[in-house]
Nanobody, 124 residues
Framework: QVQLVESGGGLVQAGGSLRLSCAAS????????MGWFRQAPGKERQYVAT????????YYEDSVKGRFTISRDNAKNTVYLQMNSLKPEDTAVYYC?????????????????WGQGTQVTVSS
């Protein structure tokens, strides 16, 4: 059974930083791309970032470029999202995703596995 468990969310002031972690089990972690999505209250789910299996390629949604960094440690079966210069509009539940089944990584339906989410709240 595949499990993706996020941690590291919380309340932070605007301009602050948080690092989210996602621990994966039940899949050959080092073989698959991993990603992050987010969903704010009353809004549609939004793509955030993707990292390929070897960490050689990363992609970001435009609004987080230069502020967020996705990384992974295949030895620990964990993917990270370092979030700096946080803004109130970054407030959302952040979801880890695993095993990309189609090339369109920005489409949530292209991802086979999802975590339960972790809340990030940025106060102004």
């Amino acid at each position: 059974q595949v499990q993706l468990v996020e941690s590291g969310g919380g309340l932070v002031q605007a301009g602050g930083s948080l690092r989210l972690s996602c621990a994966a089990s039940g899949l050959t972690f080092s073989s698959y791309a991993m990603g992050w999505f987010r969903q704010a209250p009353g809004k549609e789910r939004q793509y955030v970032a993707t990292i390929n299996w070897s960490s050689s390629t990363t992609y970001y949604e435009d609004s987080v470029k230069g502020r967020f960094t996705i990384s992974r440690d295949n030895a620990k079966n964990t993917v990270y999202l370092q979030m700096n210069s946080l803004k109130p509009e970054d407030t959302a539940v952040y979801y880890c995703t695993g095993q990309l089944s189609r090339i369109n990584y920005r489409d949530g339906s292209a991802w086979k596995y999802w975590g339960q989410g972790t809340q990030v709240t940025v106060s102004s």
